[in-house]
């Protein structure tokens, strides 16, 4: 059996969690760019998965699946922006983006992604 391993572990959640050959990230949110415009907060989130992703051992291009959530679906392009300028573009995830009404007013943006080590 794998271990587990916990990165940015609170006591209510991680950020991310690694298990076997694969990393789960929590669902990010902007701290900086909060109540600012989602492309600010779609840079600051990416910002933070790359990170967390690195911590792991892992990278952007091994990315399997990503779910985007926005609290205004009207804001998909604007979004798309951002992600189309980051995305590995020879190893594009499997990709969710759905409208949900997020924990506070301020964020627009929230994004989750599983990928492998």
């Not at 391993?5 to 050959?21: D, E, L, T, Y």
């Not at 909060?34 to 998965?49: H, N, P, W, Y």
């Amino acid at each position: 059996m794998s271990s587990i391993k916990r990165i940015g572990a609170g006591p209510r959640m991680s950020q991310a969690v690694v298990r076997g050959n694969a990393v789960y990230t929590a669902g990010q949110v902007a701290d900086k760019t909060k109540g600012g415009s989602v492309a600010d907060q779609t840079r600051e989130i990416l910002a933070q998965i790359d990170a967390l992703l690195a911590e792991a051992g892992s990278a952007k291009a091994n990315i399997l699946s990503a779910t985007i959530y926005l609290a205004d679906i009207a804001t998909f392009a604007e979004m798309n922006g951002v992600w189309d300028e980051w995305v590995d573009k020879a190893n594009p995830p499997a990709r969710a983006t759905v409208e949900a009404k997020l924990v506070a007013p301020a964020y627009k943006v929230e994004i989750a992604v599983i990928a492998a080590l």
